[in-house]
């Protein structure tokens, strides 16, 4: 069933796939309008009450909690990835502060690596790719999950495959822990949501930018080459005026 | 209760060092690290004071970034940037007003950025920059629990008035460049008077929205 509506997908992917004066980065933009529609709806519905009201009933100091147990499980993956990007330090440090926080920290609720210098990472597949030089292909709204590019929409699938969450069992348990984790992640990005929304004047557009130039920015580290900028080449002169 | 006093002390007599130097540029100038910290802490320190701020008054909010954070930045070097070459195609009327709705826009999108980050641990960089360098980049970490901290880079130009800002980069993203391709689809498909329009709308738009609780 699954691997049917994929198929599908594709299909539609390759039917829009061709047709000019659009933005280089997002070919697809009519279908991922589509989804962003859809997404957005979803988010109205569910996602944002569930998440405001999880800001609302739960104390900061147990948000916090939770953020920390899952920060947490992700270290591990997150040092693996440091390793095949051939940061050996930054892995070694991500696996210190499993080990810590899963100790000293109590099964990772408390985050006390930090404390004592060795600071969280953000790496997953897609930065992983990016780093040995794939492209990120055309600009992808996943259904319910978002922003994403080809090449992070297959990191994103590793990372879902490789979480740690997969593993627990039974079932109802498992699912138990992705829904409070999503609620957590959302609730944190409540205040960026609401940022977006006034500071655009197409919320697509914006968005995507965003997320373009977030995730190179993370492929770097936080230190990307400067882009070249082919339409305007007069950056310096009109800074002066 | 001491440290707060000698904080508020030290940003007043920062802001007073700043005005002083603005009709004598060559005096004594504020370090653009200095300048950063001095009116960061000085906003955050206000917010934390306000209760009308804390119970949700964005107008109030506002008029304080107007206040003390909108002198050190350079709007209209900020819009060009966002504008791109649709820039050059403006008139001189048409600058100032693009300057001014832009100018309404990013103080409000500051304004709720700032509220959402004023309880979070800040931790200022120290400057990495030849004395000599007029365009430098001042970095600002936000601290949060369990995540990785969320970076905040001003880029920053000397000026004959002090260090002005003319780009914010938040967790990697530019401001200025992530509105360029809205500004870009916008002049193309209803020209210059079409973005003022635009700009105009959605800052009404906020106004509105403005009163009611965040």
Redesign the interface.
Known sequence: MCRLLFAAWLGILAGCASTGDR?PRDPWEPLNRGIYKFNDKVDTAVARPVATAYQKVVPSEIR?RV??F???LADPLIGVNNFMQGKFEDGVSDWARFAFNTTIGLFGLH?VA?DMGY????EDFGQTFGRWGAPTGPYLILPFLGSSDVRDGVGTGIDVYADPLGEVRPYHLQYGLWSVRFTQLRA?LL??S??LE?????KY??QR??YL??R???VYD?R?PREK?P??D??KD???? | MTATRIRRLASAALAAAVLATVPLAHAQEVPPDQLVKGVTLEVVDLIAKDKEIKAGNRAKLVQLIDAKVLPHFNF??MT??AM??G??KANAEQKKRLTEEFRT?LV??YA??LA?YSEQKLDFRPLRARPSDTDVTVQVRVLQ?????V?IDYSM?KTAAGWKV?DVMV????LV??????FN??VRESGIDGLIK??TA?NRS?EG?GLEK?
């Open positions: 933005d916090e953020r920390n899952f920060g947490n985050d930090t600071e969280k990472h953000n944190d205040d960026a609401r940022i006034e500071a655009a004047l197409d557009v914006f930018d965003a130039q977030r190179r920015s993370l936080g990307p900028e339409e305007d007069s950056d009109q800074k002066a005026r | 209209s070097a060009a940037l791109g070459q820039w050059n826009l409000r999108t709720s950025a959402a629990s369990g995540a990785q901290p970076p130009e003319y967790g990697g993203v530019s460049a992530n509105y360029r391709t809205e689809n916008v635009n700009l959605k906020l929205a965040k």
